[in-house]
């Protein structure tokens, strides 16, 4: 591969955590609505650290989308949670 070429990264399909699911579950029963990450680890009994990796994880494996929310002096609020792809496998598992 030249340098001048486009390098593609593929992810093999993997198993979603309980936790994982649990959050796809909870954006799916709360699309459009604001939510911290302090709030889905109280409703799933995780702590907020271990919330904002799987989030993270989530959104680099297409599953997730976050719609960042700002107030009027640029400081930040609660985010809104949707599934970036209802028609991904895992995200159909969950759904079920």
Same mark, same amino acid.
């Given at each position: 591969?030249?340098?001048?070429?486009?390098? +593609?990264? +593929?992810?093999?399909? /993997? #198993?979603?955590?309980?936790?994982? /699911?649990?959050?796809? #579950?909870? =954006?799916?029963?709360?699309?459009?609505?604001?939510?911290?990450?302090?709030?889905?680890?109280?409703?799933?009994? /995780?702590?907020?650290?271990?919330? %904002? /990796?799987? +989030?993270?994880?989530?959104?680099?494996?297409?599953?997730?989308? =976050? %719609?960042? +929310?700002?107030?009027?002096?640029?400081? @930040?609020? *609660?985010?809104?949670?949707?599934?970036?792809?209802?028609?991904?496998?895992? =995200? *159909? @598992?969950?759904?079920?």
């Amino acid at each position: 591969m030249s340098e001048t070429e486009d390098k +593609v990264i +593929v992810y093999a399909p /993997r #198993r979603l955590t309980k936790t994982e /699911r649990g959050i796809l #579950r909870y =954006v799916a029963e709360h699309e459009g609505e604001p939510c911290t990450k302090g709030e889905l680890a109280a409703v799933l009994g /995780r702590n907020k650290k271990t919330i %904002d /990796r799987l +989030v993270s994880k989530l959104k680099a494996d297409g599953m997730l989308a =976050v %719609d960042y +929310v700002w107030d009027d002096k640029g400081g @930040q609020r *609660a985010n809104v949670y949707r599934l970036a792809s209802e028609n991904s496998s895992l =995200v *159909a @598992q969950v759904l079920s």
